[in-house]
């Protein structure tokens, strides 16, 4: 019955690890992916770089998607006073500066074209650094095992 009892708890607690980082989906270029549609025929690619952040769109194959009528608000920040920041178009990216602080929620509204519904995506971005593969944790896929393993290897 003991050992019964501690093989659950120990079931338990792997499987809940497993989700720490809750399984985040790396694009081609090392971004986060963010799903824009139902189907999974639309998805964002979230990069930062020298604090503006990038939105690409890719399609199922995660191909380049190319802008043209499609549009992008973005929510972050503080949930008791959330930001818009302003949205631009770069190239093929969505852009948009990162907001203040090393953690808070981003929810993206993205739209097809004027007349489409629209979808909404959210992430939280986390400037942490991850200790086993030193990403920061926004952007961190390794599995929360490694990363517990390394910070109790440090000890």
Not at 1 to 15: D, R
Not at 20 to 31: K, S, T, V, Y
Not at 87 to 104: T, W
Request: proline share 5%; glycine share 10%.
């Amino acid at each position: 019955m003991k050992t019964t009892l501690l093989s659950l708890i120990g079931t338990v607690v792997l499987g809940l690890s497993a989700l720490a980082h809750g399984d985040i989906q790396l694009g081609p270029n090392g971004g986060r992916i963010v799903e824009f549609s139902k189907n999974e025929t639309m998805h964002g690619e979230v990069t930062l770089v020298n604090g503006v952040f990038h939105v690409a769109l890719l399609d199922k194959d995660m191909k380049p998607v190319e802008l043209k009528d499609q549009s992008l608000i973005v929510t972050g920040g503080e949930r008791s006073s959330p930001e818009k920041p302003k949205v631009g178009k770069d190239g093929n990216h969505f852009v948009f500066p990162a907001l203040k602080g090393d953690e808070y929620p981003l929810a993206f509204q993205f739209k097809e074209g004027p007349n489409s519904p629209a979808i909404t995506a959210r992430m939280t971005y986390d400037a942490t650094t991850c200790s086993a593969c030193k990403k920061a944790e926004w952007i961190c896929a390794c599995s929360s095992k490694d990363a517990k393993k390394a910070s109790t290897d440090k000890k």
